[in-house]
């Protein structure tokens, strides 16, 4: 397997535009996971999804943000419309059941 | 909500040293994950842990979770510059929901 797929690896993107980051989970994996890092902050957990069905989105920063996961293979994050702070590197990672967590090598996303 | 801080944020260690890494929780954990993270790359599972008072241990680190499953410890011994990266660990309290510590940032010097 190719392991935990996202794309773009990079955007840089103005402010009020719409982002999307895509993320291809590991085939078989139930669980997938949107994380944001930052030197601030560290690595935050926005929502996670069981079965394709979002369980926690208490991470979620603001209504601005969406997470979609139509298929077991595929889940996008979308921020609409984005600001400068949310700069930052946005990773996917996923895992079968309460294991590891595999992660994608991320997007770091640019807002000027 | 569930809180998991680390310490030291920052440590430096001379090549062949020990260094210690702590991870405390607010809650009781129902089992705790630590990861690597390399400059520019992205987290790497390393271990999980659930048993109350566990250790493992792999070439030169020892993980231990606490009694109380609150705490645990990654311990390396004789540091390398290829241990050079940030170690995360990982709390998760019910179900999948990991929370993440801040981190300690290991630097090396030769």
């Known amino acids: 397997d190719a392991g935990v797929i996202q794309s773009p690896r990079h955007e840089v993107t103005e402010m009020g535009q719409e982002v999307t980051l895509r993320c291809k989970p590991i085939?078989?994996?139930?669980?997938l996971f949107w994380y944001r890092q930052t030197m601030m902050r560290g690595l935050e957990l926005l929502i996670y999804f069981n079965n394709n069905v979002p369980i926690d989105d208490s991470g979620m920063p603001e209504d601005r943000f969406s997470a979609k996961m139509p298929n077991a293979s595929f889940s996008t994050l979308k921020i609409q419309p984005s600001e400068p702070r949310d700069s930052a590197v946005y990773f996917c990672?996923?895992?079968?059941?309460?294991?590891?967590?595999?992660f994608g090598q991320g997007t770091r996303l640019t807002v000027v | 909500g569930q809180q998991v801080m680390q310490i030291p944020q920052y440590q430096h260690v001379q090549e062949g040293e020990d260094f210690t890494t702590y991870c405390n929780s607010s809650?009781?954990?129902?089992?705790i994950q630590w990861y690597k993270q390399r400059p520019g790359g992205h987290p790497v599972f390393l271990i999980q842990?659930?048993?109350?008072?566990e250790v493992k241990k792999q070439k030169r680190l020892t993980f231990q979770f606490g009694e109380a499953k609150k705490n645990s410890s990654l311990h390396i011994t004789a540091t390398q510059t290829t241990d050079v990266g940030t170690y995360f660990c990982a709390g998760a309290v019910a179900g999948n929901k990991l929370t993440f510590g801040g981190g300690t940032r290991v630097l090396v010097k030769p």
């Open positions: 990672a996923s895992s079968l059941e309460v294991t590891e967590a595999f």
């Open positions: 085939s078989g994996h139930d669980y």
């Open positions: 809650t009781t954990l129902s089992n």
């Open positions: 842990l659930v048993k109350s008072g």
